[in-house]
């Protein structure tokens, strides 16, 4: 197996195990500190989860695919995750979009997500996770040049 | 008129931080806690009316008491999973004034003799769940959680990865787990819900922040505020076409159209208010024609055909196309669907295609019907509420706005 | 205790579920998520049903019965709940029918002709999947035909325990499937297409093959090992070929297999269409050929009792030294249905006293001039020179003997086997006379 957790990361999946009553309860917390890692989840660190906890393959990668934050491919560019949903589309992020998608559009992989709970801050995007409200062409290229 | 129990610490800079939190008075509800037994603490809270705060508004006090005469190892979850369109208060708790959900954890914990407290926190949230780490962390130091606390409390926080059903409560537990998102089949008795099997008691982020102050000042204090039915305060929250778009705390019981003049500051550029989505997307549309005398409760909205939920309002004025809003919560409904059971898995996949040929102005006098009808079929044969609150959407649209549908068939 | 289903009494038990008490007594609930075996999941909706007192339709699956309960499955309420929901499941299911195997054994198909009878308002594009997937172990998937009840997914979680199976996806995007680079791989796989209630799961090795409605059936006793799974024998004649079986699919027995059989008795079926055609021998030769002295027959121990205790009585009365020894194969069994012991019958074998002794069968066998082998498959292996073999066969012949008699397979039979746990059980002949003469026959013309 070519995955296994970093130095730092195993010392955390051991605490983690006295957490909770059952191990399989871990399969969220695993699967992000192999995506924090490795930037994705690949098969190997699946294969890796699912000997450690137990649990056959295929249902780490069942839980995998049900979450849309989980990535299974390598990403390519830093993501860009634009709020579609009723308040930003009510302040403009249709508008929003266009302009990322014209101008960062070969840099970034942008796409389009439902609401963040950033309504107020309408309309917004996160930039690598990170939250950017607010947002203006200009305050865009500010982020993102 | 906005009324501060919950959001008091909000403005003061690094409110997040033991030592700013302590100098504002975090963690001096314990006191009055440990004096009391823990049954007396459920009591309280059942005397004080408090109602969850995540959509439901089930009285919490009721939840408590079945969680603790079940027999099993007590679990607390505090339900972080917030993820309703309109709705963003509970980040705000998260990242502003952690502390006092902590205070809130340990009383719940206290109150229904358990130890072990989960946070499920929406993955989208990791910016503010790391505050909300730090803080557990600065707790853990101080001894108020741990094996040096006066009453031992462990919190993990558990992180999301994107789905909005995860925020119903059995989803939750399923995911918590280490499973899909699948909603549970619902009990035909009262139980408690069940983590690995254990009694669990499940409560939104604000009902838990809420406790402190009912406990140190006991149920009348909180019942002075708000109406009879709904006591206490809400962090409601505004945006859309607004121009002071915000989360802003006040009594239930205050005028809906006052909040969203003195309050929300008016609909943005002058516009005229058209309509209003109460509580999130997954309450009915009020028509701006019905709202003069709604006021911000659950008893008033329920009895002009919507509801409250998370009390979080989104405007919408004059130039705003009902028929796109309804394309963009149905959009959000066919993403969001677990799949698990059949009506709400192709329902809310068929009903948001119709809406496709609508935006075109391609749609038929059929497709009118066949959305109604595909309504019916998702309200009450789910498996959850997921379905039905698309249903309830759906429905609300038509009603108050057909004239705007029409206009879209050929 | 009593409840009221449709206005009629029905007798029931505390503690039993709604939808097993209608099954039970024959009243019509559809249902794709629910099956005996398996449990419920509650994900179809499809066996909705009207319950007095209750505000809104309850799935039967998951309604423990109780005093005073009134079902009702036929309202007009309930009526149009099951035709929208059926509605729904058909919404984005490809029109296949017309290629798909499923056709004539479909629920959708049953249900649409019971509940449906509806003019379709499809207007919208239906949602694509993967087609003719091909999982290993003979099983084909069609993601677009699925309607998602899980019965695969959770009998390979549950049952088998090998967890191939899962759905991947969410909302109206989930789909079944395999992981990446991963095959369906245990020995009960083919189970998941008799599971399936619709053409999502079917059988590579019927694909295409016949138009289930042509089918005759037989209830019959698998041969492939000791267990004895009942099974149903399918299986057709047409206007110019020879009758031909098709497959085995399972038949219900709580007792020993419940609704499941093996990969390998399921396919087992291809031997009963592998009979010899070549030139039989006459009885007379064989009569002649008996006036010899060290004579040894040795008997196959999948044979029914009947067929034994005829033997036994033939080799009695000519003076034939008579064993039978077991198939065992100590790889084969496992802690569920297969058994070491690979014949159908060792227990009829035992309770007739037949010598089984191997060390006194090649003592024998050595001396002997003349074996007579009935359908036994382990003589072939054995250093046949300088002796006489007359072959009674009821498949093919593998090595040249002196006489061959050709007798009728199981399929053709009836008679009991005994099983491992030592159950007598029946098997039955199909409609169709074979060629072929039985056994018995022969032998009493002997």
Known sequence: MSFSYTQENTIKVASLLNKYPQKKALVLPLLWMAQKQDSFISEDAISHISEFLNLEYMHIYSVATFYTMFKLQKPQKKLIEVCRTLSCELNGSEDIKSYLDNNYGDDYEIIEVECMGACSGAPMCTVDGKYHENLTPKSLDEVLK | ?410 | MKIIIDNTEIECQEGDLLIDVMLKNSVKIPHFCYQEDLGANGNCRMCMVEIKGAKRPQIACDTFVCENLEVSTKSQNITEVKRSILELELLNHPVDCPICDQAGECKLQDYYMDYGLYDSHQNTPKTKKGKHIDLGSNVMLDQERCVLCTRCVRFTSNITKTGELGIIGRGDSARVAVAPGRELNNPYAMNVVELCPVGALTSKDFRFAQRVWFLDSTKSICHGCSRGCNIHIDYNETKYSDEKVHRFRSRRNNSINKSFLCDYGRLSYKELNNTYSGEVSKVEDLKQLLDVDKKLALASPSLSYQQLEAIKEFCQNKNIELFSLAYIDNSFGDNWLKTNDMSANFASVKELSINTNESEFLKSFENATLVINFDHKKLSDMELTNKKVVEFTSSQIKSSSELIFSFANFAHESGTLINCDGIKQQFFASKYKDKHPRLIEILEEL
């Open chain 2, 1 to 410: 008129m906005i009324t501060k129990i919950v959001s008091k610490n909000f403005e003061i800079p690094n409110s997040h931080t033991m030592e700013v939190a302590l100098e504002n008075g975090r963690y001096s509800s314990l006191k009055s806690l440990f004096e009391k037994e823990p049954q007396e603490i459920i009591e309280t809270i059942k005397q004080s009316g408090l109602r969850g705060k995540g959509g439901g508004g089930a009285l919490a006090g009721n939840k408590w008491q079945i969680v603790n005469d079940w027999d099993g190892t007590k679990y607390v979850v505090v339900n972080a999973d917030e993820s309703e369109p309109g709705t963003f208060k509970d980040r705000r708790i998260l990242s502003l004034d952690p502390h006092l959900l902590i205070e809130g954890i340990i009383a719940t914990c206290y109150a229904v003799s358990s130890n072990i407290s989960y946070i499920y926190v929406r993955g989208e949230y990791e910016e503010f769940s790391d505050v909300l780490q730090a803080a557990i962390d600065e707790a853990y130091e101080k001894n108020f959680l741990g094996n040096g606390a006066k009453y031992k409390v462990d919190i993990t926080i558990h992180r999301g990865a994107g789905a909005y059903i995860c925020g119903e409560k059995s989803a939750l537990l399923e995911s918590l787990e280490g499973n899909r998102g699948h909603p549970r089949l619902k009990p035909h008795s009262p139980e408690p819900e069940f983590y690995f099997g254990e009694p669990t008691l499940v409560n939104n982020v604000e009902t838990i922040a809420s406790v402190p102050f009912i406990v140190q000042n006991g149920a009348d204090a909180y019942r002075a505020y708000g109406t009879e039915k709904s006591p206490g305060t809400l962090l409601f929250a505004i945006s859309g076409n607004i121009n002071k778009p915000g989360v802003y705390e006040a009594e239930f019981g205050v005028s809906m159209l006052d909040y969203i003049e003195k309050i929300g500051g008016g609909v943005k550029n002058g516009k005229k208010l058209k309509a209003v989505i109460p509580g999130g997307a997954s309450t009915p549309v009020l028509p701006a024609g019905l709202l003069k005398d709604a006021k911000l409760d659950y008893e008033s909205l329920k009895s002009i055909g919507s509801a409250l939920g998370t009390g979080g309002m989104i405007i919408l004025d004059e130039d705003a196309s009902m028929v796109k809003a309804l394309k963009n919560l149905l959009r959000f409904y066919h993403h969001e669907s677990c799949g698990q059971c059949t009506p709400c898995r192709e329902g809310t996949s068929w009903s948001d295609k119709i809406l496709d040929r609508f935006l075109a102005k391609k749609a038929t006098k059929e497709d009118l019907n066949i959305l109604r009808s595909v309504s019916k079929t998702m309200n009450g044969k789910t498996i959850c509420v997921f379905a039905p609150a698309a249903s309830g959407v759906i429905d609300g649209f038509l009603e108050h706005f057909e004239a705007e549908f029409l206009e879209c068939i050929v």
